[in-house]
């Protein structure tokens, strides 16, 4: 019997060792970007964004958790504004800070996690003229720890963060379409039966 327990231990250590050189040999950086077309400036888009008051309106994050606890600090918008958050078990517990903005271009964010993990990561805005709409790209990157990667290769960090920010940009996108609409763009849509 004890010989067999210790088979046993030595095997899922075997195994335990295999992981973590598997895991080892796997970036330890990270990037998650997702786009999209917006019909409307620059402009008009920026400060949905360099206002964190603003971007928790479209964020797919605060629908998860209606309830979580919200406090803004610093400026009213810009660098150095800062949201923190305590939710469940969607969206856990941490704070972002706009580390740099250049407008109607690009926002900078600092995003540290505390619970379910702590991480560090840096979020990115590129908000770039297409015509006459805009292409918006939200981007995240960052370093994994061990313990990180590990998470990875049992969760697919890419398809449920990338999700996030399709459905985050969906609502950006909504959001900024239908308040640049024009009378002559509702009459028209009215006339194609896309009212």
């Not at 077309?37 to 971007?55: G, T, V």
């Not at 400026?75 to 580390?99: F, S, T």
């Not at 379910?116 to 981007?139: C, D, S, Y």
Request: proline share 6%.
């Amino acid at each position: 019997m004890l010989k067999t327990a210790l088979f046993i231990v030595l095997g899922l250590g075997v195994v335990v060792a295999g992981v973590l050189a598997y895991v080892a040999t796997q970036p330890d950086t990270f990037r998650i970007a997702r786009s999209t077309r917006i019909a409307a400036p620059p402009e008009a888009i920026f400060p949905l964004i360099n206002d964190l008051r603003k971007f928790a309106t479209w964020s797919p994050y605060d629908r998860k958790d209606p309830d979580m606890k919200r406090i803004f600090s610093g400026p009213d918008e810009g660098k150095g504004q800062r949201y923190d958050w305590d939710g469940d078990g969607n969206v856990g517990k941490g704070w972002l800070v706009i580390a740099e903005t250049s407008a109607p271009s690009r926002i900078v964010i600092d995003l540290n996690m505390v619970r379910p993990m702590e991480a560090k990561n840096l979020v990115t805005f590129t908000i770039e003229p297409a015509g006459a709409a805009t292409n918006v790209t939200w981007a995240m990157e960052g370093r994994l720890s061990l313990v990180a990667r590990v998470v990875h290769l049992c969760f697919d960090m890419e398809r449920m963060v990338g999700g996030d920010f399709e459905a985050g940009l969906a609502s950006l996108k909504a959001t900024v379409e239908g308040a640049h609409t024009t009378p002559s763009q509702q009459g028209q849509d009215s006339a194609d039966g896309r009212s």
